[in-house]
């Protein structure tokens, strides 16, 4: 055998041990997104919008069954944002609905306006976009794996993929709940912000059959700020250990625009 055939299969080992050696490292990469995330939510709290939710009822074969939408304004109330509902099937609320629509946006309207400096200053920072995933703990809860590159819409990102880690003891029922799923994340190159996020169902104790499927999907706009575009679920959910509901729910979100954190000027007229 010749010098050079010996050399090839050790010159290809340390090729390969290079490229292994500048893949990113994906618990910093989770680490890095929890802090842009935490610094994106101070800005996307500024954001009212506008969420048409779509939910299709499915057959076991999958053939729609029902479906229904509504529509909602996020506005900006007191500092904060409050959901109000102002369409139904793609029809305005009919005047009774509209009527309890308009006294509850009254009522908490003067809630708000009666709350202490530190009822105010809890109720502001607890605005959030999201489900109740919890995202800082993401290295605790799972292994996770760097999977390569991959462009979503216009933007270059790092993938990464987080299997539960099967010695983690959850500390709440909505951590326990997680453990059930595996996650599989799309990072912006450069600010490491979350541009998708896909959640599966695998494990046997969730609320959802296994096969459920949930993605996430942010843009980020002029302002550099990232917000939610949208949200869809498969569901395949069992109540009572008798009942199994299949569906899909589709969320899109639009018309983003900045609100005056400290305005109390309220806009009661229904959009149309």
Same mark, same amino acid.
């Given at each position: 055998m010749s010098c050079a055939a010996t050399l090839l299969p050790t010159a290809l080992l340390l090729l390969s041990g290079a490229a292994r050696a500048d893949n990113p490292n994906p618990v910093e990469l989770a680490r890095k997104s929890i802090q842009a995330g935490n610094t994106n939510d101070a800005k996307a709290q500024q954001y009212a919008f506008r969420e048409y939710k779509v939910t299709r009822e499915l057959?076991?074969?999958?053939?729609?069954?029902g479906r229904r939408t509504e529509t909602w304004e996020i506005i900006g109330l007191e500092g904060s944002t409050y959901r109000k509902l102002v369409m139904r099937n793609d029809m305005p609320l009919v005047p009774k609905e509209q009527k309890r629509e308009d006294e509850r946006l009254k009522k908490e309207t003067d809630r708000r306006r009666k709350e202490t400096p530190e009822q105010r200053h809890n109720r502001v920072l607890s605005f959030t976009y999201t489900l109740s995933f919890?995202?800082?703990?993401?290295?605790?809860?799972?292994?996770?794996?760097? $999977?390569?590159?991959?462009?979503?819409?216009?933007?270059h990102t790092w993938v990464i993929e987080g299997t539960p880690k099967?010695?983690?003891?959850p500390a709440n029922g909505n951590e326990k709940e997680i453990l059930n799923y595996t996650i599989k994340l799309w990072l912006a190159q450069g600010d490491c912000y979350l541009a998708r996020m896909d959640m599966d169902v695998i494990g046997e104790h969730s609320r959802m059959q296994k096969g459920s499927h949930i993605r996430e999907e942010s843009d980020q706009h002029d302002d550099g700020v990232w917000l939610p575009s949208t949200l869809t679920f498969d569901?395949?959910? /069992?109540?009572?250990?008798? $009942?199994?509901?299949?569906?899909?729910?589709?969320?899109?979100?639009?018309?983003?625009?900045?609100?005056?954190?400290?305005? /109390?000027v309220v806009d009661t007229?229904?959009?149309?």
């Amino acid at each position: 055998m010749s010098c050079a055939a010996t050399l090839l299969p050790t010159a290809l080992l340390l090729l390969s041990g290079a490229a292994r050696a500048d893949n990113p490292n994906p618990v910093e990469l989770a680490r890095k997104s929890i802090q842009a995330g935490n610094t994106n939510d101070a800005k996307a709290q500024q954001y009212a919008f506008r969420e048409y939710k779509v939910t299709r009822e499915l057959d076991d074969n999958g053939k729609e069954t029902g479906r229904r939408t509504e529509t909602w304004e996020i506005i900006g109330l007191e500092g904060s944002t409050y959901r109000k509902l102002v369409m139904r099937n793609d029809m305005p609320l009919v005047p009774k609905e509209q009527k309890r629509e308009d006294e509850r946006l009254k009522k908490e309207t003067d809630r708000r306006r009666k709350e202490t400096p530190e009822q105010r200053h809890n109720r502001v920072l607890s605005f959030t976009y999201t489900l109740s995933f919890p995202y800082e703990k993401l290295a605790d809860i799972y292994d996770l794996r760097y $999977l390569g590159d991959e462009v979503v819409g216009a933007r270059h990102t790092w993938v990464i993929e987080g299997t539960p880690k099967p010695d983690y003891r959850p500390a709440n029922g909505n951590e326990k709940e997680i453990l059930n799923y595996t996650i599989k994340l799309w990072l912006a190159q450069g600010d490491c912000y979350l541009a998708r996020m896909d959640m599966d169902v695998i494990g046997e104790h969730s609320r959802m059959q296994k096969g459920s499927h949930i993605r996430e999907e942010s843009d980020q706009h002029d302002d550099g700020v990232w917000l939610p575009s949208t949200l869809t679920f498969d569901y395949n959910a /069992r109540f009572f250990k008798v $009942l199994n509901v299949r569906g899909e729910m589709t969320l899109t979100y639009s018309d983003y625009h900045k609100f005056q954190v400290d305005s /109390r000027v309220v806009d009661t007229d229904t959009p149309h």
